[in-house]
């Protein structure tokens, strides 16, 4: 069944855990993050779309698979709002889907041998479910 | 005091390095490291979501671990740390969360959060002391100019991680100081070097540790330092221009007290 714009970013809201209705759109997390300039949506407007409850527009962007995880956004925002968790909760709601996986396992073969178990891990965790 | 010690995935494997050198140096300053028995890989990111139960369990399984050995888990990698310590937060700080992990795992005591995680740099700051660590010191860094490179995983999201200042952190540089070498701080320590995006978006790695590595070089650092096997990658395999040296802080301890590559140990 396909849920309504509303029903989804509901599942976003409670997948992130964090109080987006708190964001005052003053843009620090934008502004900290090193992605944002790469991103569609900016960390900001990603909040602002889950506030005003546009849950299609969220799943369509591409802003959360540019996202670092590195929480830079989280730590700078006045409110206590953690962009990150938005960001997560949107790839969560993407990939928990059936077949939405965003990284082969077949790909593996293709990433140099240095390149350390920290990396593959945290790839596979943030791209596939 | 019993150090238990979280290696975690990649420092049994491709960064062995910063295994070996923490824990010869900790057995000379006195806190030798004690592998958990068992462990497994702690998933390399923090499941921030509150419904992911099954990927908060393996770090909850070393956590209790720690808690029946005395109640301390040292943890080295930047990432192991975040997640350990954050998993433990949220077990000690989330009634839910906490709830439905111990209800998984049935273990003999339910678990609330007791451990006390500790990176081998708090270790080093508040168990041994930098002026004791000094005083150890055998082949002082003389003349050297360090940059620390924290990243994003060391210190981020302050509240939780509660080690250091996350925007003007010190710890890594009184450490390079305890070592007779001379910190050089620029702004890019703590901006991530994109970090899992190896995987998907080498150009963006390119991009980030090629502003960290000119910014350093700028400020007149002669090395970096990172406490993180995947920071250490990106600062080594996607730098296109400055090749500025990398190595990881316990290398540097190590050497600095005399047991390092070819040394006594």
């Known amino acids: 069944m396909e849920l309504t714009d509303k029903e989804l970013a509901q599942q976003i809201l409670h997948l992130a855990g964090t109080d987006v209705k708190r964001c005052i759109q003053c843009g620090r997390c934008s502004a900290a993050c090193p992605a944002g300039d790469k991103m569609d949506y900016v960390p900001s407007r990603m909040v602002w779309e889950l506030v005003n409850g546009n849950g299609a527009s969220l799943v369509k962007a591409d802003a959360p698979w540019r996202c670092l995880s590195c929480f830079a956004c989280e730590q700078r925002c006045p409110r206590g709002v953690s962009p990150a968790a938005v960001m997560e909760a949107v790839r969560l709601t993407v990939i928990r889907k059936q077949g939405a996986n965003k990284l082969p396992a077949e790909s593996l073969e293709n990433y140099p041998a240095d390149m350390p178990q920290q990396a593959l891990v945290a790839a596979f965790r943030k791209y596939n479910k | ?265």
């Open chain 2, 1 to 265: 005091m019993i150090y238990n010690y979280y290696p975690g995935c990649t420092l049994s494997t491709k960064a062995k390095k910063l295994d070996v050198a923490a824990r010869r140096a900790a057995a000379v300053l006195g806190f030798p490291l004690v592998e958990l028995p068992e462990w497994q890989c702690c998933g390399a990111v923090y499941p921030m979501a509150p419904d992911a139960i099954a990927e908060r369990l393996s770090a909850v399984r070393a956590l209790a671990a720690a808690k029946a050995n005395g109640g301390v888990l040292v943890t080295l990698c930047s990432a192991c740390h975040h997640v350990l310590k954050r998993v433990n937060h949220d077990m000690a700080a989330n009634e839910e969360i906490c709830r439905k992990v111990n209800n998984y795992l049935q273990l003999e005591e339910p678990y609330h959060g007791e451990t006390k995680v500790l990176h081998y740099l708090e270790v080093l700051r508040d168990h041994v002391g930098w002026e004791k660590l000094a005083q150890q010191v055998k082949n002082p860094l003389k003349g050297c100019s360090i940059g620390a490179y924290y990243g994003c995983l060391l210190l981020r999201p302050g509240q939780v991680m509660t080690m250091d200042d996350p925007e003007c952190p010190n710890i890594l540089e009184d450490f390079i100081k305890a070592l007779g070498a001379a910190p050089v701080k620029y702004s890019m320590r703590n901006e991530c070097c994109a970090g899992y995006l190896a995987v998907t978006d080498k150009g963006m790695c390119q991009r980030m540790v090629g502003e960290i590595k000119s910014n350093a070089a700028g400020m007149g650092a002669q090395k970096l330092i990172t406490a993180c096997p995947l920071c250490a990658y990106n600062l080594v395999a996607n730098d296109t221009a400055n090749g500025l040296p990398v190595q990881y802080f316990t290398e540097l301890l190590a050497e600095a007290l005399g047991v390092g590559e070819g040394g006594a140990e």
